[in-house]
């Protein structure tokens, strides 16, 4: 069901895409929502919904939340995946574990604001130097965001150990900039760190969930959303938003850098391009 929704995005009006957008970030809440309820979250007209379901085949949206519903309503695999059960075939594990994924990524279009982003690349153009906190699956998006931004020959560096983290945030300054990313934005010992980077001047963006403490104490916060239950399951679809939000900010500053940035990753790939073994591709795609 959430991919037949990503599917018929292109052929939706605006209004109805924005309906498909709030389904996708958010389809359990959806399910039960008023018509009301979706139309104000959406930014649309009520008729507006009722207009998306029958744009999908379905005469209106009881008959749409019973299919939505039914494609998300089961409990699934404790620790393993909240849509997916031992009897389940590949078929059924590529469809869903593909569908939610690309769902989550298209609604968090819902949630990520231009705004927000722009402050974000600007705080980050202007930055010394860049570090980049994360523990557990956040922490390889950090190490993932300190590969990236480091290319772009700006003083980076990814921190993963709670403790080093808050000895770093004891020297950075108003020059720096940290970037924190946590799914749930409520360890302690991250958010001291940040707490301490902030008395030393230095500016902060959040990559979490808005309203968490992180993102109450961050300068700049980018709000990432999903439906996973992550006190019962390994993060998979939070740590593909987080790992999309940081390809966004390497690009807007790559844009912002212009040509600068285009010279700096030249050089990159031109250092390990010896390094790579030549071989006849067109030879290799015929055999």
């Not at 018509?35 to 207009?51: K, L, N």
């Not at 230095?202 to 109450?216: E, Y």
Request: glycine share 6%.
């Amino acid at each position: 069901m959430l991919s037949k929704i990503s599917e018929s995005l292109t052929d939706l009006s605006g209004a109805e895409r924005k309906v498909a957008e709030s389904a996708l970030a958010e389809p359990k809440w959806f399910v039960h929502a008023a018509v009301a309820e979706i139309a104000e979250r959406a930014s649309v007209s009520q008729p507006t919904v009722i207009r998306f379901c029958r744009s999908l085949g379905y005469k209106g949206l009881p008959e749409f939340k019973l299919a939505l519903s039914a494609s998300i309503g089961h409990e699934g695999m404790p620790y393993v995946h909240e849509e997916l059960n031992a009897d389940d075939d590949m078929a059924s594990v590529v469809e869903k574990v593909l569908s939610n994924a690309a769902a989550s990524i298209l609604g968090a279009r819902r949630f990520l604001k231009e705004t927000e982003l722009e402050t974000a690349i600007a705080m980050l153009t202007h930055a010394r130097r860049i570090e980049f906190y994360g523990v557990g699956n956040s922490g390889i998006v950090a190490q993932d965001a300190q590969h990236k931004f480091f290319r772009f020959g700006i003083s980076t560096v990814a921190y993963v150990d709670t403790h080093i983290q808050l000895m770093a945030a004891s020297v950075l300054s108003n020059h720096d900039v940290l970037v924190v990313i946590s799914n749930s934005g409520s360890s302690i010992e991250l958010l001291d760190a940040v707490s301490i980077a902030k008395e030393n001047g230095a500016a902060v963006i959040a990559i979490t969930r808005s309203g968490s403490p992180l993102a109450q104490l961050a300068d700049c916060v980018l709000s990432i959303a999903s439906q996973e239950n992550v006190e019962l399951y390994t993060p998979m679809v939070s740590r593909l938003l987080q790992l999309a939000v940081i390809d966004i900010l390497a690009i807007g500053l790559a844009l912002r850098l212009g040509e600068t940035a285009s010279l700096q990753l030249q050089k990159s790939k031109r250092s390990i391009h010896s390094k790579h073994l030549e071989y006849d591709k067109d030879k290799d795609s015929e055999s």
